[in-house]
């Protein structure tokens, strides 16, 4: 994405210069996108949050289904918290269940 972000302290442009458009996955996609479940943490310092959640918007205005999961106060490797981790499991399994992937446990 091309927005500045606070945290990372520059912009995807000013790291990525006029190459960032080409790469942004927000500009890649159609009508055959797949569903997406993404796990940010909102203290990533690392990419940009804001990146998933405007590709997040756009798979939705394709009309498919996609489910953000921001990880308060956690940065870019979120899953070294052994509870987050297990907790993002959970969530993989409903959100796999609700798009008919997996058959819905009794």
Do not use: M
Not at 17 to 42: C, E, K, N, T, W
Not at 76 to 84: E, I, N, V
């Amino acid at each position: 994405s091309t927005s500045d972000d606070a945290a990372l302290g520059r912009s995807q442009r000013a790291r990525f210069g006029s190459f960032v458009d080409a790469i942004s996955p927000d500009r890649q996609i159609d009508a055959a996108i797949v569903p997406f479940l993404f796990f940010h943490g909102d203290a990533d310092v690392v990419f940009a949050q804001t990146a998933n959640l405007n590709l997040c918007t756009q798979i939705r205005l394709l009309g498919q289904d996609c489910d953000f999961q921001n990880q308060a106060g956690l940065g870019h490797d979120w899953t070294s918290d052994a509870g987050k981790l297990e907790e993002s499991r959970s969530v993989e399994l409903a959100f796999l269940t609700r798009i008919g992937i997996l058959p819905a446990l009794r």
